[in-house]
């Protein structure tokens, strides 16, 4: 099986989460190390959504407690996974435009 770029940046996006909230247990939300980790997950969600539209799109998880989140859906599975992690909406108003929202919720 040949494993493609999609499937390599979604593994890296679930590695970077793993690490931000192991960073998050360790020290403070607001170490450095916390944020740069937390900023690059984010950057990597942008990529994949851009790069990767309509294989990836964003939907608002209907579970979120607290802070409204989308994930990252994926049309197929890369390994057992069927996201790329959560994004906040805050976070998505931040990173991308309104019509790149539009386009990525529809």
């Known amino acids: 099986m040949q494993i493609c770029a999609l499937d390599i940046l979604v593994r890296e996006i679930v590695a970077v989460?793993?690490?931000?909230?192991q960073a998050q247990d360790l020290f403070e939300?607001?170490?450095?190390l916390t944020i740069s980790l937390r900023e690059?997950?984010?950057r990597l969600q942008v990529r994949?959504?851009?790069?990767?539209?309509?294989?990836?799109?964003?939907?608002?998880?209907?579970?979120?407690?607290?802070?409204?989140?989308?994930s990252l859906r994926l049309n197929r599975s890369v390994g057992n996974l069927k996201d790329a992690a959560h994004l906040p909406v805050r976070k998505a108003k931040e990173f991308l435009s309104q019509e790149e929202i539009k386009k990525f919720t529809s």
Not at 55 to 62: G, H, I
């Open 40 to 42: 690059l997950k984010g």
């Open 29 to 32: 939300d607001g170490s450095p």
């Open 48 to 70: 994949l959504l851009r790069y990767y539209f309509p294989d990836v799109f964003l939907e608002l998880d209907p579970e979120a407690s607290g802070e409204p989140l989308y």
């Open 17 to 21: 989460n793993h690490a931000w909230k």
